[in-house]
């Protein structure tokens, strides 16, 4: 299995900012993924982070509003920018793990973003 | 795109009472996953099913995987407190690994 951290936790932030979340694991991963999670909702991918290349957006994603940085094979980043209220979620970053026939998704803890 | 919903949205069940909810596709499906959310937390996964009509137990869990691969359901026999969250079906999408998560059912146990 994989160890995901990610930071901050939670934040509450004010419209017009930007925030940036992290993403780090403590094993080199090919894939790492950022999904956003409404109040009550399901979870919905992001994008892609591919180590060095540009990440591959999800229909209704931008690279402009959701900024994705993938320096090496343990750590990501999200930045949400121009933030409004609709921005507030769950951000949640997870690995791919292929291992005993079958192929599974772990995930961090999740950030906790609130958009006043 | 590929839709997988999930039936209950929502059900509230007594300890010891049996919970199932179940995971439909609008396609076929090379394998289901499933997940569970405790309130405040995050997914974690529970189990892959890749064969048509494979069966797999969990202790209380029993998952299913339908014939035609469009379905899937997971059952808890006489549940505990500790089986409350929302559980998600999960399913592979074109290329690259992606997950398409299902609409989830939540659940919760009182005594």
């Known amino acids: 299995s994989a160890v995901i951290s990610q930071k901050p936790s939670r934040d509450i932030c004010q419209r017009g900012t930007s925030l940036t979340i992290q993403c780090q694991v403590d094993?080199?991963?090919?894939?790492m993924f950022w999904y956003r999670q409404q109040p009550g909702q399901s979870l919905t991918l992001i994008a892609t982070?591919?180590?060095?290349?540009?990440?591959?957006?999800e229909s209704g994603f931008v690279i402009d509003k959701f900024p994705i940085s993938r320096p090496n094979l343990t750590f990501s980043t999200l930045t949400v920018s121009n933030m409004s209220p609709e921005d507030s979620s769950i951000y949640l970053c997870?690995?791919?793990?292929?291992?005993?026939?079958?192929?599974?998704?772990?995930f961090g803890p999740g950030t906790r973003l609130l958009v006043l | 795109g590929q839709q997988v919903m999930q039936i209950p949205q929502y059900q509230h069940v007594q300890e010891g009472e049996d919970f199932t909810t179940y995971c439909n596709s609008s396609t076929t499906l090379s394998n289901i996953q499933w997940y569970k959310q405790r309130p405040g937390g995050h997914p974690v996964f529970l189990i892959q099913l890749v064969k048509s009509g494979e069966v797999k137990k969990q202790k209380r869990l029993t998952f299913q995987f339908g014939e035609a691969k469009k379905n899937s359901s997971l059952h808890i026999t006489a549940t505990q407190t500790t089986d409350v969250g929302t559980y998600f079906c999960a399913a592979f999408t074109g290329t690259a690994s992606k997950l398409t998560f299902g609409t989830g059912t939540r659940l919760q146990v009182t005594l």
């Open positions: 982070a591919n180590q060095g290349s540009e990440a591959t957006y």
């Open positions: 094993s080199q991963v090919t894939m």
């Open positions: 997870s690995v791919d793990h292929r291992g005993n026939f079958q192929e599974t998704q772990y």
